[in-house]
Structure formats: structure tokens, C-alpha cells
């Protein structure tokens, strides 16, 4: 078993050894492909758009405020964001450990930027696949009157956006951690951390206090839901992309080179 793991990795990645670019697609490619070759991606999918649709109509009010609003759909995703991308990045390398094809994956001639910057774009499009199934909500409620599209697309601009940060905070942990379950958990544990930030600051001294609201994910998310795209939030997402992207790849190269 263990040996065609290995030879399906080898295949796959072989394909794409070229420029940078094709490198990195043909892995972002493999790496979509894997999320639903199983059952996995399907269940992640399917079990993000019940929940969301679960706190969107009952918990946060929909049904009972009677009108046209689409502020507790967001709030509900960006709530349940951090579980969906913990489970999106849990596998990225944590899995390549299990299954003992990690070692093959960096004595490949293909640069470990490429790797990670693949692995990335493949879990942002199942990211993008699941939010696509929750258009039907705002589809329903457009039903019961006029929604305003601005906030709408910020909505998921800023959930791509904050999704972005949490999968390349789970790219890390599941880069130096060897099970899936720890790397989820490890995720799940600074993801929310970073989305309760701003719910502290009544306990912080005022000094400081605006200083601790800049690292809360879910400070710069209800920005961006509010219609109105600020570089300052553009900015704080792009770094910790950036950021987790980065020490992503350093802790493959240590492995290229221990």
C-alpha cells in the first residue's frame, strides 16, 4: 500500500516538473483532486453548508428578526471558518507524513515554494467550492426582499480572505506536527484565538487595546463584510498568508536538508 501511495505521488508530481508555475498548478491540481477522490471533501462541504445554514436561520435569528438580512449568514461562516480550514490544511503535509511519501515529495527537483504555494491555491479551491454552496442562502433570502450587494460581496471576500489566513496557519502547524488530528486541533486552537481576540479588549487597557483589535481576524472580517474594502484589512490578511506561507516552506526545507 505504502509503495503505490508512493507511486502516485511520484506520477503525479513528475507531470508537473517545469517553470515554477506549472509546477506549482500541477500540485495545486493533485491537491484539489485528493480532497474528493474520497468521501472527505464532500462530507467537509456538505457539513459546513448544513451547520451554516443551521445558525444562519435559527440560531442568530433570521427566522425570528422576519426580515431581509443577510449580517447573521456571515457572522455564522466566519464563526465556523476556523473549524473548515483547520480540517482543509490538516492534511497538507501532516498526511504526506502517514502515509511516508514526504520524504519522496522533497527529494523531487521541484522547489519547496512550489509545494506550498500548491498545496495553498488546491485547499483555497475547495474553499471556494464550499462557500459556492452557501450562495443558496442568499438566493433564498432575496425572496423576502432587497439585499444590498455590497455587503454581500465583501461577505465573502472577506471570508476568502480570513480562510486564506487559517489555511496557511494550518499549512505550518500541519508542516511540523506528523498526525492529522494534532495538526487540526493545533489549528483550531491559534485559529481561534486570533477570532476571540477582540472580544478581551473590555479586560486591556486602552493604550494597548487597539493594538490587540489589529490581529483579531474577525475585527478586519466584519470590516470588510460592512461593503467597505480597506487596505488595512487587505493588508493583515496578505501578511499572514504571507507569513504562514513563508514558515511553511522553511520547515520543508529543514527536512530537505536533516
Request: glycine share 10%; aromatic share 12%.
Amino acid at each position: 500500500m505504502a509503495e503505490q501511495a508512493k507511486g502516485g505521488s511520484s506520477k503525479a508530481l513528475k507531470g508537473g516538473i517545469g517553470t515554477p508555475l506549472s509546477n506549482t498548478l500541477t500540485i495545486a491540481a493533485r491537491e484539489f483532486r485528493a480532497y474528493f477522490n474520497g468521501p472527505m471533501g464532500y462530507i467537509v462541504v456538505t457539513m459546513f453548508t448544513l451547520f451554516v445554514g443551521l445558525l444562519f436561520f435559527f440560531l442568530f435569528g433570521t427566522l425570528v428578526l422576519r426580515r431581509a438580512t443577510l449580517q447573521p449568514l456571515f457572522t455564522s461562516m466566519s464563526a465556523l471558518l476556523p473549524l473548515l480550514c483547520a480540517a482543509l490544511s490538516m492534511r497538507s503535509f501532516s498526511e504526506e507524513n502517514q502515509r511516508g511519501t514526504i520524504e519522496l515529495l522533497i527529494t523531487l527537483p521541484v522547489r519547496d515554494s512550489d509545494v506550498v504555494v500548491g498545496k495553498f491555491i488546491g485547499s483555497m479551491g475547495v474553499l471556494l467550492v464550499t462557500l459556492l454552496a452557501t450562495v443558496s442562502y442568499p438566493i433564498a433570502m432575496s425572496r423576502m426582499g432587497d439585499l444590498d450587494s455590497g455587503p454581500i460581496i465583501g461577505g465573502y471576500i472577506g471570508i476568502l480572505l480570513g480562510g486564506g489566513a487559517y489555511i496557511a496557519i494550518g499549512m505550518v502547524a500541519s508542516s511540523y506536527v506528523k498526525d492529522q488530528l494534532t495538526s487540526f486541533i493545533v489549528t483550531v486552537i491559534i485559529s481561534y484565538v486570533l477570532y476571540f481576540v477582540d472580544k478581551t479588549l473590555i479586560f486591556l487597557p486602552q493604550g494597548i487595546a487597539s493594538t490587540f483589535e489589529y490581529f483579531c481576524t474577525d475585527f478586519h472580517f466584519k470590516s470588510i463584510a460592512r461593503g467597505l474594502i480597506d487596505s488595512r484589512n487587505i493588508v493583515y490578511f496578505g501578511s499572514v498568508i504571507a507569513a504562514g506561507l513563508v514558515v511553511a516552506t522553511r520547515s520543508l526545507n529543514s527536512r530537505r536538508w536533516s
